[in-house]
T-cell receptor, first 113, second 114 residues
Framework: NAGVTQTPKFQVLKTGQSMTLQCAQD?????MSWYRQDPGMGLRLIHY???????DQGEVPNGYNVSRSTTEDFPLRLLSAAPSQTSVYFC????????????FGPGTRLLVL | AQSVTQLGSHVSVSEGALVLLRCNYS??????LFWYVQYPNQGLQLLLK????ATLVKGINGFEAEFKKSETSFHLTKPSAHMSDAAEYFC????????????WGAGTKLIIKP
C-alpha cells in the first residue's frame, strides 16, 4: 500500500492564481480531510469528506473548494490564491469518521507571492 | 469551548534522559486524547490515543501518556531519549467521537542533544 499520497510536494503561486492540490489513498478509507499547518499553530481543518459525494466544511474553509467523486481521491482547490494561504497542507484519511487513527500524507508546501 | 495547550514550543533533552512533553486541555466532557509525531519532512503519525479505557496509555517507540482528569493533562513521556526521537509532537483533543472534531495543540519540537 502506498498509503496517503499528495502532489505536488512544493508549489509557488502568484496572488490570484488557482491550483489543485491532489490527495489519494489506497486503503479504502471512508473519511478524508485536509488540514493546513502554520508556524506556532496547531493543525486546522479545512474540509472533510465522509464518503464519495459527501463533503463538509471545517474550521477554515474560505478560499478552498473540495470534491469527492471517488473513494480514493480528495483534491483541494485554491480558487484565487492569497498570501495568507501560504502554508503546509496535509491530507489525512481514516477508516471511518469515528475516532480512528488518521493516516497523513507527506504534505504540500505552498508559497503564495 | 475545548482547547489544547502544549507547554514549550521547543524541548531539549540529552540522549538517554527522560522525555516529558506537556499537554493540558479544557473540556466539559471526558475527551478523546491523542499524541501524534511528525518526523522531518513527513506527515503526522499516531503515537498513542486515550479513549476512556486505561488511564496509562502505551504507544509506539517506547512512549506513554497518562490521562489525569483532575489536572486535565495528558503528558507524554519516554524514560530514555534516543536521537531518532527528534521530531515535532502534537497533542489533540476531541469532546466528540468524530475525527472532524479534533482540536490540535501548536506542537512541541523535541531536540535531542548527543
Amino acid at each position: 500500500n502506498a498509503g496517503v499520497t499528495q502532489t505536488p510536494k512544493f508549489q509557488v503561486l502568484k496572488t490570484g492564481q488557482s491550483m489543485t492540490l491532489q490527495c489519494a489513498q489506497d486503503m479504502n478509507h471512508e473519511y478524508m480531510s485536509w488540514y493546513r499547518q502554520d508556524p506556532g499553530m496547531g493543525l486546522r481543518l479545512i474540509h472533510y469528506s465522509v464518503g464519495a459525494g459527501i463533503t463538509d466544511q471545517g474550521e477554515v474553509p474560505n478560499g478552498y473548494n473540495v470534491s469527492r467523486s471517488t473513494t480514493e481521491d480528495f483534491p483541494l482547490r485554491l480558487l484565487s490564491a492569497a498570501p495568507s494561504q501560504t502554508s503546509v497542507y496535509f491530507c489525512a484519511s481514516s477508516y471511518s469518521i469515528e475516532q480512528e487513527t488518521q493516516y497523513f500524507g507527506p504534505g504540500t508546501r505552498l508559497l503564495v507571492l | 469551548a475545548q482547547s489544547v495547550t502544549q507547554l514549550g514550543s521547543h524541548v531539549s533533552v540529552s540522549e538517554g534522559a527522560l522525555v516529558l512533553l506537556r499537554c493540558n486541555y479544557s473540556s466539559s466532557v471526558p475527551p478523546y486524547l491523542f499524541w501524534y509525531v511528525q518526523y522531518p519532512n513527513q506527515g503526522l503519525q499516531l503515537l498513542l490515543k486515550y479513549t476512556s479505557a486505561a488511564t496509562l496509555v502505551k504507544g509506539i517507540n517506547g512512549f506513554e501518556a497518562e490521562f489525569k482528569k483532575s489536572e486535565t493533562s495528558f503528558h507524554l513521556t519516554k524514560p530514555s531519549a534516543h536521537m531518532s526521537d527528534a521530531a515535532e509532537y502534537f497533542c489533540a483533543v476531541s469532546e466528540g467521537n468524530s475525527n472532524y472534531q479534533l482540536i490540535w495543540g501548536a506542537g512541541t519540537k523535541l531536540i535531542i542533544k548527543p
